[in-house]
Nanobody
C-alpha cells in the first residue's frame, strides 16, 4: 500500500507560480512511476505530467509544456510539480498518482496508476 499526500495548492494570479509536492509513504518509492493529473469543475480528469521511477524520463501534456516541471527526490519519497506562468485554465484540483506497472506508452492513462492522493486545489485568477 502507498499513501500519497499532496500539498502546495492555493490561489494565484495569472502569470504566477506554485509548487506542488506529493509525499509518499509505504513501499519503495523508486519502484513507482508518478503522475500528476487535474480535474476542473464539470470536466474529466486529465493527464498533466509523468515521471519514471528513476526520474530519467518525463512526459508532459502539450498544454503545460514549457511551463510546468516535474521532479522527484527518491531519498525524500517526494515528487514535485513546479508550475510557472499559470493561466486561468490551469484552475483545477491536482492529484498525484503512483503506479508500479505504468506502461511505456500509457503513462497518460489514469488507469495505469494504482494509488492516488486526495488532491489539492489550484486556482488561477485573471
Amino acid at each position: 500500500q502507498v499513501q500519497l499526500v499532496e500539498s502546495g495548492g492555493g490561489s494565484v494570479q495569472a502569470g504566477g507560480s506554485l509548487r506542488l509536492s506529493c509525499a509518499a509513504s509505504g513501499r519503495t518509492f523508486s519502484n513507482y512511476a508518478m503522475g500528476w493529473f487535474r480535474q476542473a469543475p464539470g470536466k474529466e480528469r486529465e493527464f498533466v505530467v509523468h515521471i519514471s521511477g528513476s526520474g530519467g524520463t518525463t512526459n508532459y501534456a502539450d498544454s503545460v509544456k514549457g511551463r510546468f516541471t516535474i521532479s522527484r527526490d527518491n531519498a525524500k519519497n517526494t515528487v514535485y510539480l513546479q508550475m510557472n506562468s499559470l493561466k486561468p485554465e490551469d484552475t483545477a484540483v491536482y492529484y498525484c498518482a503512483a503506479g508500479n506497472r505504468v506502461g511505456f506508452l500509457n503513462y497518460y492513462r489514469a488507469g495505469e496508476y494504482n494509488y492516488w492522493g486526495q488532491g489539492t486545489q489550484v486556482t488561477v485568477s485573471s
